[in-house]
């Protein structure tokens, strides 16, 4: 009887739980490899997993972490709720050849004294910090521990988190920490949702209201390239695109020059159009690139 060739498993990554990681991370650079860090929260989807192709790609050794990290949490927030599915998210991880993961205990990360903290300054103050006013300094100071931990070449961030990746890439400057940061693009459903491990929490009928935040980026995309320039203009649209949906309440809908937080009135560049809602008791973020059609002379 003809038999088909066994298909090679995914081999697992192996799994760190505690500082020991370091030696081995150190070892693998050592030996002249270059070392790639995904860093997750898990509850992975396939933006994850994005990430960790890029770093495959890219890197000898990758090592992805997982990590719900209780200091980038307001008191109201979703900590204790936060999906989690360890063993869902090591089967994934190893279809994408990620070699280790980190997944430290709470201990490892917070002792019980712990009491130092990354002060972001103001590029973590405006947009999400007005909403999450200690939720910035929360993931710097996990991150920079997480680099501390596993000292890699490259760090990978998803476009999705656009505040969280300029404040990042800010602390790196500014700490002088030796990592280079990769920012990927976001990964969308088909319909055009982004992936969030939060879309989990959305019923069917919320998840079709959530629609309305990526139609009304589409919606600034058009705007600006028929030639509108006024952002006043376009955020109005755009507010009556969600409005119209209902069910939505729309907490900011920001234009920054692309690569900072800083507000623009007209579209003359690059300009990043940032947006987050509560759909339910969910809160969404997404963000879209636009660029008007032809520069500003
Ligand atoms: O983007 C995330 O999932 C988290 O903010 C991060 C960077 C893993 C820090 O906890």
Redesign the pocket.
């Known amino acids: 009887m003809p038999h088909s060739p066994p298909t090679a498993a995914p081999r697992q990554p192996a799994v760190y739980r505690s500082g020991d990681v370091r030696e081995a991370v150190l070892n693998a650079r050592r030996a002249g490899q270059r070392v790639g860090l995904v ?3 898990g509850s992975l989807h396939e933006g994850h997993l994005s990430l960790l192709r890029a770093a495959r790609d890219e890197c000898d050794l990758v090592i992805a ?1 997982i ?3 209780p200091t ?1 949490f307001g008191p109201q927030e979703d900590f204790l709720a936060y999906p989690r599915n360890f063993d869902g998210d090591l089967a994934l991880l190893a279809t994408t050849g990620c070699n280790m993961v980190f997944a430290p205990t709470e201990e490892t990360m917070y002792g019980p004294n712990h009491s130092t903290f990354v002060e972001v300054g103001p590029v973590g103050q405006v947009l999400e910090g007005e909403f999450r006013p200690t939720h910035f300094r ?2 710097a100071t ?2 920079l521990k ?1 680099f501390e931990l596993v000292p890699a070449d490259v760090a990978y ?2 476009r999705k ?1 656009y505040q ?1 990746t300029i404040v ?1 890439r800010r602390m790196i400057e500014d700490l002088n920490l030796p990592f280079k940061m990769r920012v990927c693009p976001t990964l969308r459903e088909p319909d055009g949702l982004a992936m969030s ?1 939060r879309n989990v929490y959305l019923s069917p009928h919320e998840r079709r209201r959530a629609l309305a935040l990526f139609r009304s980026l589409r919606l600034a995309e058009q705007l600006a390239r028929d030639g509108e320039r006024q952002v006043q203009t376009i955020r109005q649209k755009m507010e009556r695109e969600i409005a119209e949906t209902g069910g939505i309440d729309l907490q900011y809908v920001a234009f920054v020059a692309d690569g900072t937080v800083s507000p623009v009135e007209q579209i003359e560049g690059p300009t990043t159009v940032a947006l987050a809602a509560k759909v339910g008791t969910t809160r969404l973020i997404d963000n879209l690139l636009i660029q008007p059609l032809t520069p500003n002379r």
Request: aromatic fraction near 10%.
């Open positions: 860093p997750t929260m972490s990590f719900v990290n980038q929360g993931v996990v991150v997480l961030f998803g988190d969280q990042l491990s």
